[in-house]
Nanobody, 127 residues
Framework: QVQLVESGGGLVQAGGSLRLSCAAS????????MGWFRQAPGKEREFVAA????????YYTDSVKGRFTISRDNAKNTVYLQMNSLKPEDTALYYC????????????????????WGQGTQVTVSS
């Protein structure tokens, strides 16, 4: 069992930056690929970024490439999402999630491949 707690959300002006953190419980954090998803009101949950267990490979949705960076610190059981050059369309509830054991990297963009989810942290970008 893995419990995930996100933090770092808030209100920021367009062009600003935020860093989200996701702290995981348990001693097996390094066993899980991790992902960030977001959900805006009235929209489906969408993939933002994912990182493999060692952190050697990272994946992003096209709309955040070059602006967002996912990273992890396995010694601290924490995954991060650095968000720069924020836009109003980035406004959403952001969730971190731990993928199911054995999830292939090609499927890390699929929400149903994730077994554990945090409660979410709100990011609001004003124009």
């Amino acid at each position: 069992q893995v419990q995930l707690v996100e933090s770092g959300g808030g209100l920021v002006q367009a062009g600003g930056s935020l860093r989200l953190s996701c702290a995981a419980s348990g001693r097996t954090f390094s066993s899980y690929p991790m992902g960030w998803f977001r959900q805006a009101p009235g929209k489906e949950r969408e993939f933002v970024a994912a990182i493999t267990r060692s952190g050697s490979s990272k994946y992003y949705t096209d709309s955040v490439k070059g602006r967002f960076t996912i990273s992890r610190d396995n010694a601290k059981n924490t995954v991060y999402l650095q968000m720069n050059s924020l836009k109003p369309e980035d406004t959403a509830l952001y969730y971190c999630a731990a993928a199911k054991y054995g999830t292939p990297t090609a499927r890390l963009g699929m929400p149903n491949e994730y077994a554990y989810w945090g409660q979410g942290t709100q990011v609001t970008v004003s124009s």
